[in-house]
């Protein structure tokens, strides 16, 4: 059931008056309302699934690409899907370009929350009073404390891993105090003005997810259907050509990215104000007139001292916002590509994205489907199984540092390699073009080079050497075993590596993917 908050709500809505129950009734007559609406909503989720299978047997009889984008939460298969958008489908990404401004202010308003709740953590401990006295009897030193709280990591996979709680060299390290420079960048103070800004984290994400929540995350994640953007698609083009000044090519091809049966879920008049949305315009206002404070706090000695101890451990992408904060702060923000490939929403069952793919003078209509990755979404995948034709495995081999957020004890790279076995020795998908993306590898380039050690985390690298290559060699190996080991039919194993957000190498391998799916399609289809 969707809940909307007050703002959004018409106060004198006919149609949310009418669908009230009536006030006299009684807790009888609520039992049996809410049995029926239930059942009203069991026989309409049916019908849709009929449907959905109806549609997916005639597209499999008229030939067209069924290629699934699969991997854990976070591992990059929405980005690579705008990474397919902005080759097969630019005019769509022009069209949405507005409404990635919600995310990108919810991603800029989610890491300064996490950021002022970890330094409450630590009692705002330069508040410009004692900072020093504060400091030390917090022993921002001391292991025990882990911001993501205490877990203990599981034993398989690549072998025992190290605790995520374990003492790191760096942690033991006294932290440097500084006192803040002059009272006004006091924590404490910066707390005080950004508080109204902070406020709308909530009202932000209720705007994304059209008040729906999803199982399965854990952490209070922000999830999105398919066709999100689609509500807000007519208004956003008019903002942009308001502020552009330039309209969009009206020779342009529709956009066939979004599905029908998720985009219809939600009546496009629930969210489709954004242009006079008061929300967004309020949250653009307070980022201009917060800038400097934003920079303050980001740029700020205890919070650079509390990242590199890792006790503020922020998302990869609140980084780049966060850096960047005057241009996106600036009034009449238009987010760039590079924004909308950073910024970053969960996805929610399964969305459906249909492109015309033009491959050696053929045009074939290419079906992805792009997937929730979070353990409690993972069931929506298998019905899409047994007409796939292709499947990216992405993989972020980045995350050896890193645990689910929805199981804060397993290991990321485990829960990857665990998934990996499910997928190459799924009966149903044994057919299947096998392509593995070991993705986020300029993550992991960084983390080397700032002396992130994998056999702390990854207990059976041993010895081996922190660097790159034989880290990447590592990952790559253990991958291609599984694989092996699942592998009845011989079929060959694509392996790239990856970095999706770099707009110009994924391209050169999304052609280099294509064709060999392609070339094995044709085969199957027996088209040549
Ligand atoms: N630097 C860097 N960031 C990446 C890369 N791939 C993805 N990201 C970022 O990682 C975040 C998560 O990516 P998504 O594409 O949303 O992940 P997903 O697999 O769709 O996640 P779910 O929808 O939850 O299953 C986004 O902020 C991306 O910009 C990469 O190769 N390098
Ligand atoms: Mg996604």
């Known amino acids: 059931m969707m809940t909307r908050t007050s703002s959004v709500r018409s106060q004198v ?42 549609r997916r047997k005639w597209e499999r009889s008229k030939g067209d690409v069924k290629l699934l984008l699969l991997g854990q939460a976070e591992s990059g298969k929405s980005t690579l899907q705008k990474q397919f958008q902005l080759m097969y489908s630019p005019s769509s990404i022009e069209s949405e370009r507005m409404s990635w401004r919600t995310v990108v202010y919810f991603n800029v308003v989610r890491s300064i929350k ?13 508040d410009g009073t004692d900072s020093q006295s504060a400091l030390e009897r917090q022993e921002l030193g001391n292991d025990e404390f882990s911001v993501l709280g205490p877990s203990k990591l599981g034993n398989r996979g690549l072998g025992p891993s190290a605790s995520p709680t374990a003492p790191s060299p760096i942690a033991t390290q006294p932290l440097e105090v500084v006192r803040t420079p002059t009272k006004a960048s006091s924590i404490a103070e910066l707390r005080l003005r950004l508080h109204c800004l902070v406020r709308t984290e909530p009202q932000l994400a209720d705007r994304l997810s059209g008040g729906v929540s999803a199982a399965g995350s854990g952490n209070g994640e922000v999830f999105v259907r398919s066709g999100w953007q689609a509500r807000t698609i007519q208004k956003g083009q008019d903002l942009v050509g308001k502020r552009q000044r330039r309209s969009l090519n009206p020779s342009s091809e529709p956009a066939k990215v979004g599905i029908a049966e998720q985009a219809s879920e939600r009546p496009p008049t629930s969210l489709s104000t954004l242009d006079t949305d008061p929300l967004i315009e309020e949250v653009a206002s307070m980022l201009e007139q917060s800038q400097d404070d934003i920079r303050t ?17 922020l998302d990869e992408w609140s980084e780049f916002f ?47 489907y792009d997937v929730g990755g ?65 993705n986020k590898t300029d993550i992991l380039r960084k983390k080397l080079e700032r002396g992130l050690r ?34 009845e039919n011989r079929r060959v194993l694509y392996v790239h590596l990856t970095n999706v957000t770099d707009t110009s190498a994924t391209q050169d391998i999304i052609a280099n993917v294509r064709d060999s799916i392609f070339r094995g399609y044709l085969k199957s289809a027996a088209l040549v």
């Open 297 to 313: 706090l980001w740029e700020h000695s205890v919070v650079r001292a509390l990242i590199s101890k890792r006790k503020l451990k």
């Open 13 to 54: 809505d006919p149609l949310s008056l009418a669908l009230l129950p009536p006030p006299t009734e009684t807790d009888s007559d609520r039992q049996a309302r809410l049995r029926q609406e239930a059942e009203a909503r069991r026989i309409s989720e049916q019908i849709d699934e009929e449907l959905k299978a109806d």
């Open 454 to 487: 994998v056999s702390k985390y990854i207990l059976s690298y041993g010895e081996r050497p922190n660097e790159y290559e034989p880290v990447v060699n590592y990952f790559r190996a253990h991958f291609q075993q599984v694989h092996r080991r699942n592998n």
């Open 114 to 126: 996490k950021i002022l709740a970890t330094l409450e953590v630590w009692d705002d401990i330069d």
């Open 322 to 368: 966060l850096n960047d904060i005057g241009r996106i702060s600036a009034r009449g923000y238009i987010p760039s590509t590079d924004d909308i490939l950073h910024a970053r929403i969960q996805t929610m069952g399964v969305s459906e994205h249909v492109f015309d793919v033009d491959v050696h003078g053929r045009t074939v209509t290419w079906h992805l």
């Open 374 to 438: 979070a353990r409690g979404q993972r069931h929506t995948w298998v019905p899409y199984f047994d007409d796939a034709n292709a499947i990216i495995f992405v993989s972020p081999i980045s995350a050896f540092d890193q645990y689910l957020e929805e199981d804060p004890r397993t290991n990321r790279i485990d829960d990857s390699l665990q998934l990996f076995t499910q997928i190459c020795s799924n009966q149903l998908l044994k057919r299947v073009h096998l392509v593995l993306f070991l």
